[in-house]
């Protein structure tokens, strides 16, 4: 059997033993990383919507040490005060600084944008992997129930829960996702179906891999780059729906800040303190953009079709 | 007798290593709202076969013959719809789980596509150590030391088991994947076209390499391929099939100085070869129209409708394998001198 | 007319990576005359398929460095676009190994068989079509005029590359390219495809450029054969003399590496040794000498010229030009 190979005893040719080494391993991570590292556009986005999430989670440092207001704090002898100091951002209606607002609205926001992601993919994902991977009724039964899941009418769903309740930003996560895992599984489910074909799932089932291992080991690290990309354009995505329902009055409700609702707020000021709705608006703008260009970067990175070498 | 002690019979290598018989794989096909299965694809319609202890097996046909289907559903990655499959005595045809586990370190497979066999995610090392963990052979260094070894006997440079698969060509990626079926240590492996892929000046080196490991190991090849050239040079015995059905069994330079099916003389003479003399005073026997659809194969002799030779009778019945003398197998009716 | 159809000189054609350039095409010289075949053979990485498509001036997003190519007078690296669409298609038609993927999918046969007519003879939509029908019978499509209506995911895949090759006929062209067109398709139908082609070929009178991987293919179709290797032409000549005397290491380990239908059962194949060349980094000098059994130290140091070695071929090898035999164990 094996183990009693005499070595040098096959013909073996030169080449197997040329070429090729020049080069440290490169695995398909690596050579994405330096993809999307040569992206300059698509790294400043990542970069910053790095610093925009830095921010928010050390928000009341920032407080502390940079603008010395609470959010909630009213000061109504200094309403409507125009950007400048002390306020660098201005104040609103009710005194409070826009800046300190802006900053602890950032981490409501953000944080449920990054809490609904989360909740979406690991839901959405476990779904897709098994229908994809078992096919069949099971695929069937899935499929059905994420149709269903899909054809609520969201906007009502809002509706109804900020009837019965007043949401917090975690609440609000939990049932933002539970309309939006929906996408995700069928996303990773397709995928599944595609990365099922190939030849290499096969070979490994030949070998005596049960699946468990199969789906773990081969379909998952397989799948997870289109999980990747869903995850940075969904941040965008949810940023965008928080703001809606802010502004509706469905979401975060007032004195909590959210980028949202300081926009609801400042409606009626427009033609008076116009910086009241430009500042939040601003960075909604340019958070849902650098998301969206950090999205497209991270998938041409993982782009197969893209690959200059061999 | 319990059914069981049936199953396995006493089995000497002078027994086939690989019996099947009546062997059928049918696909569904469902159409409507409801998705009812309207037909079947019958991709496999009735084989039997018999593959002999250290012997390559050529098995050639054109597309939609039923080739791949067949060496998979004998390496059971598909189930068979029916029909018994033998190995060693065993029928592992209904066989599921840890029972057909066991057997999976008795037999491998080797896949055409050199790029889509192998997981990009994964290092050449870890694709090759995968079946020595799943069986769990051996951990640690002992592990190291077989896939080094394993690298080394398929020619590659053992230094690049950390390396990932995209970085090599295609030969390269073949020789990991044959690589990958010997670690179990099987007697059996089925190559499904393994070099049609590969550039030609590649080809010579693998066909080389299987044959150099069936001497070293020991080991029984069913090698389907589509290129009779090819199968003709590794083969004993070469097979041929049309819509899921064996034509004609016959050893190599028997087959090629004469055939005794028409789809076989026809296939011959399709065949180009590399010598423009040759090929110039040629007489080619160029069938018409297309293969048949699986779905709905022609009554009687599947190959009626394109043969040449035809004969009324040819609808009525279908024609069994016959023998024409030494191991040379013929399923006609009619069949060439 | 006496002389040389088309004619091509010296091109280089390029593509720009981020690890390099890639030669594809590396200094390659031929021609072809009226109503000949020409068989273009060489493994992936040859060039032979680039070769093709900057003739046609579809060798985007590669770049054509330098070079001629001379037809009907003119130099087609060097007209304009619009110049080289009524070209193409017109006086040279092209056809590809995948049928499927180079016929537009949403679209009828029928109307794309008759879209060149169409689009170079200023036909009428039922004049068009009527040439297409005729086209698609003369190609072997039974039932023409009912198939025309039909989408080709409807055809098998000969049917189709048929399909194909009436495209190609509908404007009566000067040159057909034919690019690797059987090699996705099974050997019987390969071989009514071939023999469509040499049918075609001796009622149309169009010359026929087949570029194929298959020696068998070119040995039964062309009457001349180039032998391609990493962007350069290594042996050319007629393919009775190539076949029988290869003059380059390449096509003689090439010849002797390929089982044969008609081989005596067991001779051990001959392979070559090594791997086909980096295209971005070719070795010195000739660039198969890393694999060549033959080598000299002149090998690694200068590249080889093209040359006449017997009477009738021509190879770029320093070996055979300085008179030695190509003889092995």
Redesign the interface.
């Known amino acids: 059997?094996?183990?009693q190979?005499p070595?040098g005893?096959?013909?073996?040719?030169?080449?197997?033993?040329?070429?090729?080494?020049s080069?440290p391993?490169?695995?398909?991570w690596n050579e994405s990383w330096e993809r999307l590292r040569a992206n300059r556009i698509g790294m400043a986005a990542g970069v910053l919507l790095l610093i925009l999430a830095a921010i928010s989670l050390a928000a009341p440092l920032f407080t502390l040490f940079l603008t010395h207001y609470e959010p909630a704090r009213l000061d109504l002898l200094t309403t409507f005060q125009p950007p400048g100091h002390p306020h660098l951002l201005g104040t609103d209606e009710l005194g409070r600084d826009t800046l300190t607002r802006l900053i602890y609205g950032g981490r409501v926001t953000l944080g449920v944008a990054f809490l609904t992601v989360a909740i979406s993919l690991t839901l959405g994902s476990s779904v897709g992997l098994v229908a994809g991977f078992y096919g069949g009724w099971i695929d069937d039964i899935l499929m059905r129930f994420v149709d269903m899941v899909l054809a609520i009418p969201a906007i009502f769903l809002f509706i109804l829960m900020s009837i019965l309740f007043r949401p917090t930003p975690v609440t609000l996560a939990a049932i933002i996702a539970s309309v939006g895992w929906g996408g995700v599984a069928r996303l990773v489910r397709g995928e599944v179906l595609s990365v099922k074909q190939?030849?290499?799932i096969?070979?490994?089932?030949?070998?005596?891999?049960?699946d468990l291992?199969l789906i773990t080991r081969?379909l998952l690290?397989?799948v997870l780059p289109v999980l990747i990309v869903a995850a940075s354009l969904g941040v965008g995505q949810i940023i965008l729906i928080e703001a809606a329902l802010d502004f509706l009055g469905l979401g975060i409700q007032p004195p909590t800040a959210s980028w949202g609702n300081m926009l609801t707020n400042s409606e009626s000021y427009f033609f008076h303190s116009v910086w009241l709705v430009i500042f939040p608006g601003v960075t909604i703008f340019v958070t849902v953009l650098a998301s969206n260009i950090f999205g497209n970067a991270i998938r041409d990175a993982f782009d197969p079709r893209l690959?200059?070498?061999? | 007798m319990p059914e069981g002690a049936r199953l396995k019979r006493a089995w000497t290598t002078a027994d086939p290593l690989v019996s099947v018989r009546g062997l059928k794989t049918w696909f569904p096909v469902s159409s409507g709202v409801l998705q009812r299965t309207v037909a079947h694809v019958r991709a496999v319609d009735g084989v039997d076969l018999d593959i002999k202890k250290g012997e390559t097996l050529g098995l050639v046909g054109e597309s939609g013959c039923g080739k791949s289907t067949l060496g998979r559903t004998i390496i059971r990655l598909i189930d068979p719809t029916a029909g018994t499959i033998e190995f060693m005595g065993e029928d592992i045809s209904r066989q599921h789980g840890t029972e057909m586990r066991l057997h999976r370190r008795d037999m491998a497979m080797i896949f055409q596509d050199p790029y889509a066999s192998l997981d990009p995610r994964q290092t050449v090392g870890d694709i090759v150590g995968e079946p020595l963990d799943i069986h769990r052979i051996a951990r640690g260094k002992e592990r190291q030391d077989r896939i080094y070894e394993l690298l080394k006997v398929v020619g590659m440079n053992p230094r690049f088991a950390d390396r990932y698969p995209h970085e090599f060509s295609g030969g390269q990626r073949q020789r990991i994947g044959i690589a990958r079926a010997l670690a179990v240590g099987p007697s059996f492996i089925v190559c499904d076209e393994p070099i049609s892929a590969l550039d030609v000046s590649i080809q010579a080196q693998i066909i080389n390499l299987l044959e150099n490991l069936q001497a070293k190991f020991d080991l029984t090849y069913l090698f389907i391929a589509h290129d009779l050239s090819v199968v003709k040079h590794i083969a004993n015995r070469v097979a041929v099939m049309y819509l899921g059905k064996i034509v004609e069994v016959a050893p190599g330079g028997q087959l090629y100085r004469r055939p005794r099916h028409p789809y076989t003389g026809s296939l011959l003479s399709a065949i180009p070869i590399p010598d423009p003399l040759i090929e110039r005073n040629r007489e080619r026997v160029i069938l018409q129209g297309d293969v048949a659809s699986p779905v709905n194969p022609p009554s009687g002799c599947h190959f009626r409708t394109r043969c040449p030779r035809a004969k009324p009778h040819c609808a009525e019945e279908e024609p069994p394998l016959e023998s024409f003398g030494d191991e040379h197998l013929a399923a006609c009716f009619y069949p060439l001198d | 007319m006496a002389g040389p159809l088309l004619e091509v000189q010296d091109l280089r054609t390029v593509f720009r990576t981020k690890h390099g350039d890639v030669k594809a095409v590396d200094g390659v010289s031929f021609e072809i005359s009226p109503g000949e075949t020409l068989g273009i053979v060489g493994e992936s990485g040859s060039g032979k398929s680039v070769t093709a498509l900057s003739v046609m001036r579809l060798q985007r997003p590669g770049k054509i460095l330098s070079g001629k190519v001379l037809f009907q007078g003119r130099d087609l690296t060097k007209v304009s676009e619009g110049e080289m669409r009524e070209i193409r298609g017109q006086d040279i038609a092209m056809i590809f190994q995948d049928p499927m993927t180079s016929m537009n999918p949403v679209f009828r046969t029928g109307w794309q068989v008759a879209e060149p007519v169409r689009l170079h003879k200023g036909l009428d939509r039922t004049s068009a079509m009527a040439v297409a029908v005729s086209m698609l019978g003369k190609v072997g499509i039974p039932g023409p005029a009912t198939r025309a209506r039909d989408y080709p995911h409807q055809f098998s895949g000969g049917m189709r590359q048929r399909a194909m090759i009436a495209m190609g006929l509908t404007t009566t062209p000067k040159v057909l390219i034919a690019d690797e067109p059987t090699t996705a398709l099974d050997v019987t139908i390969q071989a009514q495809i071939l023999e469509l082609l040499r049918q075609v070929n001796r009622d149309f009178g169009t010359a026929t450029i087949l570029i194929t991987h298959n020696l068998g293919v070119v040995a039964g179709m062309c009457e001349r054969v180039m032998v391609m290797y990493a962007g350069r032409v290594v042996e050319s000549g007629p393919t009775v003399d190539v076949f029988a005397h290869p003059k380059h290491p390449y096509t003689w380990s090439l010849l002797r590496s390929i089982p044969r239908l008609d081989a005596e059962r067991h001779e051990p194949l001959k392979p070559i040794d090594g791997l086909p060349p980096d295209l971005i980094d070719l070795p010195s000098g000739c660039a198969f000498h890393p694999r060549c059994q033959f080598k000299v130290e002149r090998c690694s140091r200068d590249t080889p010229l093209l040359n006449r070695v017997g009477e009738t071929q021509l190879a770029a090898c320093w070996v055979t030009q300085s008179g030695v035999e190509l003889k092995g164990a």
């Not at chain 1, 391993?25 to 398909?28: C, E, G, K, N, V």
């Open positions: 059997m094996l183990g190979t070595a005893e096959i013909d073996l040719p030169r080449s197997a033993f040329e070429g090729e080494a080069r391993a490169q695995s398909y190939r030849d290499f096969m070979a490994t089932r030949s070998i005596g891999a049960r291992r081969h690290p397989n690959k200059t070498t061999h």
